[in-house]
């Protein structure tokens, strides 16, 4: 058994890492180089799991090592490169939040709020969350994307898929089709973002999406009169509805 000599440091010791005052000139012994370097690889691993954003570590810092044989040569240079597991990093640590897209999203006390998606980051572990005027609530899912790039394209694609307004319709405007929509047909709200309405040429109760609903207003403006005089049928021919069974009532 060979003795070797090691020291962790913060950083790259060569642009000015300091080194851990714990982990400084520690000895271990090993039969080989190879080893030294593996013991002191593992060494990292274990060292790192132990850290956290409280002590000014972020996602793709590198924690760096150099192992030397008793005569001073060094054998190896091991590295970590601290990820979210590493650090315990969720949402709640980024920071530098810009919005990235826009939509009106089916939730709120109205029936639909102007959303804005934004994207952070802690240091290379990136985020997206939504942001509106009436709730801090964040509707966006936790998952983590390692570049700036990977996380605006989530969120435009979460933003597309949330939205339920025309382009340039923004929730006051929707909000507006839709209680024309659901005054035309004497409609009822229900929870979950659904209407109940009453079809008097079946005699049946159905209920339907709010976008379903808010749809009818293309109908009853279109620019074909032939559509306008006869929106409420084509709209019933085109939309999904779920009928409800005799005598239900919401």
């Not at 790192?48 to 240079?77: F, K």
Request: net charge negative; proline share 4%.
């Amino acid at each position: 058994m060979s003795r070797y000599t090691y020291t962790i440091f913060d950083g790259d010791p060569a642009t000015g890492g300091v080194a851990w005052p714990n982990q400084t000139g520690v000895t271990l012994e090993a039969e080989s180089d190879d080893e030294a370097v593996a013991q002191v690889t593992e060494l990292l691993e274990d060292a790192a799991a132990e850290l956290s954003v409280l002590d000014a570590y972020d996602p793709g810092d590198v924690v760096y090592s150099i192992v030397w044989r008793e005569d001073g040569t060094v054998v190896g240079s091991p590295t970590h490169v601290l990820s979210v597991k590493d650090l315990d990093v969720d949402k709640r640590d980024a920071s530098d939040w810009e919005t990235v897209a826009t939509c009106v999203a089916a939730f709120g006390r109205e029936g639909a709020v102007d959303v804005d998606v934004q994207v952070g980051h802690c240091g290379t572990a990136w985020y997206f969350r939504t942001a509106d005027i009436e709730s801090a609530e964040d509707e966006a899912p936790d998952d983590v994307y390692d570049s700036r790039e990977a996380a605006v394209a989530a969120a435009k694609a979460f933003a597309t898929a949330e939205n339920v307004a025309e382009e340039g319709e923004n929730a006051e405007s929707y909000l507006r089709r839709l209680r024309c929509a659901a005054n035309y047909l004497g409609a009822t709200r229900l929870p979950n973002q659904s209407w109940a309405y009453f079809a008097h040429e079946t005699g049946r109760w159905y209920v339907i999406g709010a976008a379903a609903l808010a749809n009818l207003v293309r109908y009853l403006n279109h620019h074909d009169p032939a559509v306008r005089s006869d929106a409420y049928s084509r709209w019933c021919a085109d939309t999904s509805a779920s009928e409800m069974p005799e005598g239900w009532e919401p």
